[in-house]
């Protein structure tokens, strides 16, 4: 069924292609585009939401905790002062020195609210229940050791605690401050060789330095920042609250993160993060419609604009589909008319887009059937001449090969052994060299064929040419590139046997390593110093272009080298070539590195 429709598709006109095809490739991606940018955009606003309400509480975390550091600090001056550790102590017997003690704590304490004007009371309270203060004041009958927020501040052992916004403390101060308008903090006093309790240092706070602080932030439209301690009571919040109560499980144990909850049917967005001094949690309340409406008002422009480009994109698609199938449609008829046989038909439109190129095309490919159909009768007579030029060529290596067994014979019936062996190398060294055309042959005929050849330069050098040849008898069967050895081995008598003083020796040996053979030929002849050598390995890495340029290189030795190492990176790959060794005076050593190719074909030989 899938493929009769595609079928089906494939059969429509090009013109209801275009259109489809312009409509796809405009409407289509805008509208993938504009669900992007919407969530994108979505995501981007609420995490700009998110980020910025974070700072803000950030910064009123920062205020909270200077607050409670400099009430900290308080605490430890206070618990170090000389008056106060002897009323905790209670070691004064004289009435006068014990009042005088008193007003000293007191007008120390007073200084505390003059410099600190968020401090709203201070009461210092020793182990047997009597107290001092600046502004606060405790029923007589009452006993102050078994309050609440000393028992709080005893059981914390020494560590500022914050008490958050006391219950029934039932103290009061001459401001008359209630307990809903201070957050009180206590810290006991030990005894640092007996580590018993002395006393408990108390300070209110007054939570309009907080209100100052949070009631400024607002959020969006409608939102607010609000406080609560570490059990989910609330230290601030503003006088209309979207909700008054946020259970502390809702925040669970994160230092900070966001959530939301359906309150009163209207989706609201909850963001917090604990102060780690503090241990507060400050939360930023806000509608999470506030959030949404710019989303909305630019969810309405794009799909606007997608309205707007789909009523003018068909029509734009038509025209543009129209103006590139009609000449297509009309170089279609005049195919048809060179398919019926008329090769005199020609595209006469005058364009220079891909259509025009196409016609001109057309027009140049009819030209030129009607000038092969001419030329075919020339073209027969050319593969006759080829025919008979091939086969004129393969009776010339014949007509060779028995005239050198004929000087063969005649050499060895006039018992001239060594002119005999010359000439039964030379047939060799030319039979091989011709291999029928072939260029890959296998190694032990490429050995036969450098052994003939250094037959005959022995006859030429006698006594100062002497050879050697290894070959390992797994490797003689294995197919190499004709004429890779020769050029090589020429150089090695040339430029380095040739030169040298007294006999000289080449060693030519080959085996398998791992997928290569590997061939070595050394020899002991004149070698090359260190310039010439780093000479001939640049030479070597450019072989390549310099065997297309032969003139450039004609003069230099190791011209040979370069041709096998072209020959083999042109055929192989980089990966293989050659490499060279030598020392002046002490010989060359040429290392080919080949890899295993395939068998020659024996049906193309």
Known sequence: MNVKRWTQINNFPIRYKLISHFLLISILPIFCLALLVSWTVERVMEEQVNDNTIQLIDKVNETFEFYISNLQSHTYMIANDDDVQLFLANTEDDPSDVSDTRYQIQRFLRDFTAVSSEVAGIMVVNHQGEYISNELYAPSIMDLTEASWYQEAVDNKGIFKIIGRPDGRRLTSIVDYKNDDIVTVVRAIIDPFTEEVQGVVLIDLKLRVIAETVKD?????????????????????????????????????????????????????????RSPFVNWVTIGVFPADETVFGLREINFYLVVFIFIIMLFGIPVSYFLSHSISKPIVQLMS?????????????YKEKRDDEVGLLGRSFNAMLAKINELMHLTERQERQKRDAEFRSLQANINPHFLYNTLDTIQWMARKQKAND???????????????????????????????????????????????????????????????????????????????????????????????????????????????????????????????????????????????????????????????????????????????????????????
């Open 217 to 273: 932030v607002t959020l969006g439209k409608s939102g607010y920042l609000m406080v609560v301690d570490e059990n989910g009571k609330n230290i601030y919040q503003p006088t209309q609250p979207i909700i008054e109560h946020i259970p502390i499980k809702w925040i669970g144990e994160e230092q900070s993160g966001d959530f939301s909850k359906t309150i009163n049917g209207e989706k609201i967005q909850f963001i917090y993060q």
């Open 334 to 346: 005049f195919m048809r008319k060179a398919e019926s046989g008329n090769f005199q038909v020609r």
């Open 419 to 605: 002119v005999a062996e010359v000439v039964d190398s030379l047939a060799k060294l030319f039979r091989i060299g011709l291999s029928k055309g072939r260029d890959v042959i296998t190694l032990k005929e490429e050995i036969e064929h450098i052994e003939s050849y250094l037959k005959i330069q022995k006859t030429r050098y006698r006594d100062k040419l002497n050879y050697k040849i290894n070959v390992e008898d797994s490797v003689q069967n294995l197919p190499v590139l004709k004429f890779i050895l020769q050029p090589i081995i020429e150089n090695a008598i040339y430029h380095g046997i040739k030169e040298r003083r007294g006999p000289g020796h080449i060693l030519i040996d080959a085996r398998q390593v791992e997928q290569r053979i590997v061939i070595t030929i050394s020899d002991d002849g004149q070698g090359m110093s260190n310039a010439q050598l780093l000479e001939m390995r640049e030479a070597l890495a450019q072989s390549i272009s310099r065997t297309e340029k032969p003139e450039e290189t004609r003069d230099k030795k190791g011209y040979g080298m370069l041709n096998v190492q072209a020959r083999i990176q042109l055929t192989h790959g980089l990966q293989y070539g050659i490499s060279l060794e030598s020392k002046e005076r002490s010989g060359t050593t040429v290392t080919i590195l080949l890899p295993l190719i395939k068998e020659p074909d024996p049906e193309k030989e």
